[in-house]
């Protein structure tokens, strides 16, 4: 690629719904690197499809990543470039990636973003929820003991609250949030950027009373306002 060595660790955001939410920059990488490592190539493939691309593929996600990492750091010391994609939004954010990036600083391969989409910021951005600071929790845990203590080690925490979670599991993490953390307003997305794109703003309360009507479907980021001191004002 231009001006840049070879043995290259590539971290290239794709579309998280909309496939022209994409940087010029990340569809040159995409065509030029030596492979593709996706977390679900046929979810890639369909990307690469749409803009003609013909960069080979290879698997990299959660079952196979440790193996799988030292094979591609084999290869980008052998000076080949690879891109590193998740299913969408930036790499290694709650996806796969970790110990090949670990891996790649640690046998001083160069590794070079090239950002985009990110559902995280892009539920934010939309919220009107306090963005100051905040603070990303990614997904807790599929066990409501576990996600409950999780939840009350949040409790008194004042920023806004980032989640991911998946649709069978949505009203039952609303139902723990109400139960540990309490009332507070909150903001739940899904399917952004897509046809079916929904925000909903309102409490927990009335979150599950929506949600529970209506079968949820799609991939969740929910904000969740911050505990509000004594001494806070209404404006953020």
Known sequence: MQNTPSGTLYLVSTPIGNLEDI?????????????IAAEDTRQTRRLLTHYNIQTPLTSYFEGNQQVKADKLIERMKAGETIALVSDAGTPIISDPGYPLLRGCIDAEISIVPIPGTSAVITAASVS????????????????????????????????TLIFFESPHRLCRFLEDVREVIGERDIV???ELTKKFEEIFRGNVTEALERFRDTEPRGEFTILIAGKRRKDDTKTP
């Open 128 to 159: 009107g929820l306090p963005l100051h600071n905040f603070t990303f929790e990614g997904f807790l845990s599929p066990k409501s003991g576990k996600r409950k203590r999780q939840l009350s080690a949040l409790a008194d925490e004042a920023r």
């Open 188 to 190: 739940v997305t899904r």
């Open 23 to 35: 940087t010029l920059r990340a569809l040159r990488t995409l065509k030029e690197v030596d492979l």
